[in-house]
């Protein structure tokens, strides 16, 4: 990455792209979830999504004009490899060899997310995450990319968050692959982390890019079951531990201290780890990174368990902030101690930090004359803004803040009822329209620029 702080903005494959059935793309799980019924809140599917598969000139023109110096996109696995495994597809090579020179020709720099949750279904077949042999397939994907692409790409990341991933789709099935995995969730945990480490070794491979990972990072606050947390309970308190090792701790302590964090036995199946690691595995892990992602939406109200659920807590949500169109509190604060805790755990471990994602969901809807003047949006990342420049003089080295998302987009299990872009996507004629946070985030880039000279 170019010296200085990166701005930038993110987006995901399926979310974005569409064309799902050219140039030889295979299937991935959010194809096979999406088209099941009842999965998507609106019925959709991301089989056109926002067409960007066609229109990534025009998307790179509006990052352009925006003045972003880094687009975070994440790589289709099912595009490169259709199945999972075996040589590259070239047409799909090709697609991101476009985007990539598009991006280098407007002056931005290219950050390449390997996986976004699309895992190719013939491997979701075989097992999927459960299966150990997904890791090395992951890593053999990952040396595909980095002869394609290395000497582009300027931040390789590996996963995107694999506690998401976990949770939503191996947990409480809301996400493909729709699993409920409660009794024995680790080998999901572990083949993740493996591919991790064993897709960085392959990219080292490729040349200096650096390497990180984005993990989603969420301060657990006991609360009671109001809401509030000066109701919460000593049980409330244990529970956000246990809440707080899961969310925040498991997909990071093995990669930046190459260990599982204790507490883990709060967690049933977590005896599984013993046969699961194998000599040689958390080296691999925990092998030096270059950055750390931090995707940032809110903070999580959690409390003692109830007797319905198998998880050793509850969810609950936080009360006494304003809420996004998705129900979600808006803490600015949230990231900046995020971001401090992060520090605090991790020392001199904790490599340079991007914000890789933040961002929120409101209605947007158009005025007559077009325009959209979605001041609550400009207002919540102009505190998440403030929040890093706190946290960065207060000591934490954060690089870079990458608003999610440049576009509105397939909102996975929410379908198209959630916009979370700076630029108003109309899904049935593809008409861009920039939203007022959109000519905000410029206007925020070019002083910041100004001001560093
Ligand atoms: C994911 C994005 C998603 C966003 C908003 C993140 O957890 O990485 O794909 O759109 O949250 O829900």
């Not at 809440?243 to 701790?249: G, P, S, V």
Request: aromatic letters at 12%.
């Amino acid at each position: 990455m170019r010296d200085g702080f990166s701005w930038g903005v993110s987006t995901s494959a399926y979310q974005v792209e569409g064309a799902v059935r050219e140039d030889g793309r295979g299937l991935s799980i959010w194809d096979t979830f999406a088209h099941e019924p009842d999965r998507i809140a609106d019925g959709s599917t991301g089989d056109v999504a926002c067409d960007h598969y066609h229109r990534y000139g025009q998307d790179v023109a509006l990052m352009a004009d925006l003045g972003v110096s880094a687009y975070r996109f994440s790589i289709a696995w099912p595009r490169i490899q259709p199945t999972g495994a075996g040589a590259a597809n070239p047409a799909g090579v090709a697609f991101y060899d476009r985007l990539v020179d598009e991006l280098l020709g407007r002056g931005i720099d290219p950050v390449a997310t390997l996986f976004h949750w699309d895992l190719p279904q013939d491997l979701q077949d075989a097992g999927g995450w459960t299966a150990r042999d997904t890791a090395y397939r992951f890593a053999d994907y990952a040396d595909v990319l980095g002869a394609a692409l290395a000497d582009r790409v300027r931040l390789w990341i590996t996963l995107n968050e694999p506690v998401v991933h976990l949770i939503f789709g191996h947990l409480w099935g809301m996400h493909a692959p729709g699993l409920h995995l409660f009794e024995d969730p680790f080998p999901v945990v572990h083949h993740q982390l493996l591919a991790h480490g064993l897709a960085a070794g392959a990219l080292r491979g490729h040349g200096p890019t650096p390497i990180g990972i984005a993990n989603n990072y969420s301060p657990a606050w006991p609360v009671g079951p109001d809401g509030r947390r000066d109701s919460a309970t000593a049980a409330d308190r244990a529970a956000a531990q246990v809440y707080a090792t899961l969310q925040n701790w498991l997909f990071t302590d093995p990669i930046l201290r190459g260990e599982y964090p204790a507490g883990l036995d709060a967690f049933p199946g977590a005896a599984a780890l013993e046969t699961l690691v194998r000599d040689g595995d958390l080296a691999a892990i925990g092998a030096p990174l270059d950055a750390l992602g931090v995707n940032y939406y809110n903070p999580t109200g959690v409390g003692a368990p109830s007797h319905d659920t198998p998880l050793p807590f509850d969810i609950r949500l936080v009360e006494g902030y304003p809420r996004t169109y998705f129900g979600w509190p808006v803490v600015p604060d949230g990231l900046r101690e995020m971001l401090v805790s992060l520090r605090e755990r991790y020392g001199a471990a904790l490599p340079p930090v991007y914000v890789t994602e933040s961002g929120c969901a409101y209605a947007d809807v158009p005025a007559a004359t077009g325009s959209i003047v979605d001041s609550e949006r400009i207002g919540y990342l102009d505190g998440h803004v403030g929040a890093v420049r706190q946290a960065a003089a207060g000591g934490v080295d954060v690089r870079g803040y990458f608003v999610w998302s440049l576009l509105d987009n397939f909102e996975w299990g929410e379908g198209f009822t959630k916009r979370f872009g700076l630029v108003h996507v109309d899904f049935a004629t593809q008409v861009r329209t920039p939203k007022a946070s959109y000519a905000w985030y410029r206007d925020l880039i070019a002083a910041d620029r100004a001001g560093r000279g």
